[in-house]
């Protein structure tokens, strides 16, 4: 039978191990004592199995459970659920990884573009790609779009909206994306330069249906979702049936979960869809460490039976004097997000976002990625 | 203007608080640098602002944190994301609490049927209700409905799907809630009394509505949701648009976050339209305090701008042995689930869920809540 593998890290005394790791093997599949499963049939292809146990000397230790695959109904929700449902409520124990067989795998969209899918799309090839932020939240959507000018005209490769924008008052979902979209525009017919616009949706599940098919009736190259914020069986949703257009995924709310960001960011967020993923690098606002940065970025683009690769988009602070690092650090197939520090200045945003996009075309000579 | 107040709890120096919450105002609101935010409108009606400051002795304080009610969108992806969107990312902040303003509050549905409609579809009242839960997964739908006929012959309120059952192979979840709810209805002709089944919705949003519709073709009396699983703006959308019956809400996968617990499971769950809420009770299997379950509790049922009350559902691990503890600790307004204990004997279970009722019909005497 069919099984996925999933790892713990759990702190517990050694001599606790082994009880807790069956304890976690029925908690996440029977849901009953041992003794209570007596059907042959839910015994053998059913109850959680004690996999592997990897002892650590510091008391926190690794535990492989093989859950059976059928339990997930190959849906998103259920598959978390099984994953992590109740033991999410123990506090001593951290999902950290999952292998899944390939009939599972194939239960989700992963991105449907990826890395080269995304670069055939931009045009941007053999160098890290730009991304800059629309923000603050509050500006109409006029001012939106002249700050969407403005950094499409420097070059930019990817221009975002801030995820606090969503559909507010004083800057609603539809007519804002409509006139940064014609923002781009203007500026591509002007400068033959067209940067893509991802517009953030955010919204129960319906809205973001809504959403979606606004974003497509402007225009909009790709867009921006945090799948952690929406919930994860909503986000593969919309991925699957709503969208026909390339998924930039945003962290926010992910920081949440007691779950390890290289597999949350780097892998979940993969496998439902995302075909770029924003996180924290690290000595940004967000502390992450540079082997967790390391760990989401390996994550996202590692082989993954034929899935496309998710292209890691390091954020959170950054600036014009990182670029260089981050290029190093992360190489060529990646996007560079720099938000904040490019507005400081109202007057200089121009002037900025092309140095920006400029350094990020000189350090593509030096990269070999 | 406005305003939600959030509150956080944040580990850090003494010296290092007023920084860090007038940080904490910018990333939950304007995520700029304050010299960004030039536009007057933005500046008075957009940007967060710290209320309070309540530091504590041990290095961790209490900040509270003044956001505008319109960066929501009044929706519910949007106030998740305004509350705790990138602050999830920061390992010492942690949310605790919100008091929501009128308009924000009205946006949601909160608990549409609450303790004195549960009571009243259920016909119980004046005491405790009891609740069993069909298990293991992996049992046909034949073997589930034959031990759902067994627990409503022995008088239990509540005969509730495992969170565990999903829409597998084994047990399809059209077959499984027919075939369950027909158990009931078998036995209310055999008995007149007719328990109530809540089968477990479980799935990314679109199954959730097809599940719904299912539930109520088969004529289940409430359903079974965990909110943290499926998302919580799916939660809520499902809640207001497709069901009809008072709602259970489970927390798989809340533990994850970082958010405590009361405000979760307590306050948000009701927000969004729990009518009754199950969570871990101390000293069970995943070992909750007793102070943080009794607030729990508390956050369900307090008056709140006479939003309907919640139904506390202490479980995880209960027993028989726990009955009076669990009345004497929680009152008469609260449902005592017993889960896998009730099943450890197969010839005994009918016996077993038979003391429960009447342990709890006897216990009701002796409780003033």
Known sequence: MTRLVATYRVACAPGELRGLAEALALEQSVEVPRAVVRDAFVEREVMGQVAAL?????GVHE????LAAATTGHDAAQMLNM?????SLLPQVELVDVVLPASLRAAFAGPRFGI????????VHGRPLTCAALKPQGLSPERLAALCAQLARAGIDVIKDDHGLADQTYAPFAQRVAACQAAIE???????HRAAYAPSLVGSPRRLAVQARQARDAGAALVLVA???VGMPAFAELVAQDLDVPVLAHPAYAGAARVAPPLLLGKLFRLLGADAVIFPHAGGRFAYSAATCAAIAHAARAPWDGMAAALPV????????????LVRTYGRDTMLLIGGSLLADPAGVGERAARFAALVAGCAEEVHS
Chains 1, 2 share one sequence.
């Open 227 to 229: 799948p952690a914020l």
């Open 116 to 123: 080269a899918g995304l670069r055939d799309r931009l045009g």
């Open 314 to 325: 390091p954020a959170g602070g950054m600036t014009l004097e990182r670029v260089p690092e």
């Open 54 to 58: 990897r002892p650590g000397a510091d």
């Open 63 to 66: 535990v492989d459970l093989a």
């Open 83 to 87: 994953l992590f449902g109740n033991a």
């Open 186 to 192: 203007r500026v591509a017919a002007e400068t033959g």
